[in-house]
């Protein structure tokens, strides 16, 4: 069965960090570019970061400096690390996989979605 497993999300506050990760199965996913997006309640799903098949890496503007995304490809795993988090950071965070390979913030290429992991970010 084809399936994207986050995992990482908690409650934290403002400043810290923390690292989801996203496990695939059911594929062969080391030629596809993988993503992560995220929705606040009462808002539309958001880009946050996206990585390709050979390591190309794209954020948003709001979590630039801030966001790392990563990927091992032998664990079929992709990562973000997340650092000085902030209170607008809090959302369920989504992993997707885009089988075309471009990545990127266009959500209709990613085929294959996580159920996602919540991260709130409060004091």
């Known amino acids: 069965q084809e399936q994207l497993v986050e995992s990482g999300g908690g409650l934290v506050q403002p400043g810290d960090s923390l690292r989801l990760s996203c496990v695939a199965s059911g594929r062969t996913f080391s030629s596809y570019s993988m993503g992560w997006f995220r929705q606040a309640p009462e808002k539309e799903r958001e880009f946050v970061a996206s990585i390709t098949w050979s390591d190309m890496k794209s954020y948003a503007d709001s979590v630039k400096g801030r966001f790392t995304i990563s990927r091992d490809t032998a664990k079929n795993t992709v990562y973000l690390q997340m650092n000085k988090l902030k209170p607008e950071d809090t959302a369920v965070y989504y992993c997707?996989?885009?089988?075309?390979?471009?990545?990127?913030?266009?959500?209709?290429?990613?085929?294959?979605w996580g159920q996602g992991t919540q991260v709130t970010v409060a004091s």
């Open positions: 997707a996989a885009d089988p075309g390979g471009l990545g990127g913030g266009d959500a209709s290429v990613y085929d294959l």
